[in-house]
Nanobody, 125 residues
């Protein structure tokens, strides 16, 4: 069956870096776009970054542009999110999800069919 497993979260100081990993099984990355979403306490889940099915086009939310980089390793069926210059406001549970891609306003979480369990990212001194 389709499964997504995130890893790589943790506690980091402001200005630090983390790399999140999303390992996919039950399907190959040429079937679905992969998106990274995050949800902070008391807030809606928001789309952070996406990578397309075939042409490696990418999407970044304005809040992370220039700091986060999404990439894909098809041989490992894995998607990464490199997060640099982390800020306290990046603190959230980060989820990867498989879905159709994104529109002008970014990825719509309701359109994403498969989700991982999430990994906690905490940015604090």
């Amino acid at each position: 069956q389709v499964q997504l497993v995130e890893s790589g979260g943790g506690l980091v100081q402001p200005g630090g870096s983390l790399r999140l990993t999303c390992a996919a099984s039950g399907f190959t990355l040429d079937v679905y776009a992969i998106g990274w979403f995050r949800q902070a306490p008391g807030k809606e889940r928001e789309g952070v970054s996406c990578i397309s099915v075939s042409d490696d086009s990418t999407y970044y939310a304005d809040s992370v542009t220039g700091r986060f980089t999404i990439s894909r390793d098809n041989a490992k069926n894995t998607v990464y999110l490199q997060m640099n210059s982390l800020k306290p406001e990046d603190t959230a549970v980060y989820y990867c999800a498989a879905g159709p891609g994104w529109g002008p306003g970014g990825p719509e979480k309701y359109e994403y069919e498969y989700w991982g369990q999430g990994t906690q990212v905490t940015v604090s001194s």
